[in-house]
């Protein structure tokens, strides 16, 4: 049983991780600016909430020393499109809230280091990207990343600490947030399951890679329960399936057949979908060797646990989504 700290414990990827960690026995204190998430309400006796900033390091380093951490899972962070118009906020989240943690596990001795970073990390390049492909970030999320992820390295070569990360490509799943290009994938499946109708900005022939967020909490656990002496680096590819916007509907259709779904291509959309080359396939196969990472929802499987999810948080989930 570990004693874990989630940072970012209450936005869209930590709340489920911070759920798999409770259920399988976890101690587990949550660091965010925010009080809690009423999607998790119903375990919220069973982990410890601290309130800071990751730019502060007493704040840290308290969270971590009163604590006793033996683990921390680095999965807060500002994203897009926020991060693009706000780079001090960005910079101080994910480059100097990231030192801070590496710092503070360097100073007490914390066992283990997992992370979340992104393939926003890359740019250019063929659709197949290597898990060592030069990362040349044409976004400044993407730039802060790569620093995090040299970060993470450096304090591993320099000072022990178990630095371990997985990138993401499109993490979806319902009750996400945000107004990215890549939320196409979200809303499709979920406005489904809620029975609202949705125009799908983009061409039906757009792919893209993504990954379901209860895959995504649950690569991280199993890269932390790695032997060390089975992994060749530090920094994995993770992926769930490519799947394009007429697939996204077809599978919606066929658990909801009455879904209300139809094509209204937003162009200004389409051009940022080609500018971050969303299409792109990381290279996982490290990952499946070095530590077993099997994805657990193909896209079937990722529609009916939409259905289910919504089932048991409509109250939650069913909010007002733009229009493009």
């Not at 909430?49 to 033996?70: Q, W």
């Not at 920094?235 to 697939?247: D, E, K, L």
């Not at 929802?297 to 989930?317: F, G, K, N, P, S």
């Amino acid at each position: 049983m570990d004693n874990c700290l989630v940072t970012g414990g209450f936005g869209f990827v930590g709340r489920f991780l911070v759920r798999m960690l409770v259920e399988r026995g976890d101690r587990v204190t949550v660091f965010d600016r925010t009080p809690g998430s009423p999607y998790l309400d119903d375990i919220s006796d069973r982990f410890n909430v601290k309130l800071g900033d990751f730019e502060n390091f007493v704040h840290v380093t308290e969270a971590v020393r009163e604590n006793e951490i033996d683990t921390i899972y680095h999965v807060g962070a500002l994203i897009p499109p926020r991060s693009e118009w706000d780079p001090s906020f960005c910079f101080g989240a994910n480059v100097v809230g990231t030192y801070n943690f590496l710092e503070a596990a360097r100073l007490f001795r914390v066992p283990n280091f997992i992370a979340a970073s992104t393939q926003s990390t890359y740019s250019d390049g063929d659709r197949f990207i290597p898990d060592d492909y030069t990362q040349k970030p044409n976004t400044f999320y993407g730039t802060t990343k790569v620093c995090a992820e040299r970060l993470g390295e450096a304090y591993w070569q320099h000072y022990g600490v178990n630095f371990r990360a997985v990138r993401y490509c499109i993490v979806n799943g319902p009750g996400r947030g945000g107004t990215t290009p890549g939320m196409f994938v979200v809303w499709t499946l979920q406005q489904a399951a809620l029975g609202r109708p949705f125009k799908v900005f983009v061409e039906p022939h757009v792919e893209v890679a993504s990954i379901y967020v209860k895959d995504a909490a649950k690569a991280l656990i199993d890269l932390r329960e790695a032997d060390e002496s089975r992994l060749t680096r530090r920094i994995y590819n993770s992926m769930g399936y490519t799947v394009t916007a007429r697939q996204l509907v077809d599978v919606a259709k066929k658990y909801v057949p009455d879904a209300d779904l139809s094509f209204r291509v937003n162009q200004d959309m389409m051009r940022k979908i080609r500018s971050l080359s969303l299409d792109r396939v990381m290279d996982i196969e490290p990952a499946r060797r070095d530590f077993n990472y099997r994805p657990m929802y193909d896209l079937d499987a990722t529609m009916q646990d939409y259905i289910a999810e919504v089932r048991a948080h409509r109250e939650l989930i069913d909010r007002p989504i733009p229009e493009f």
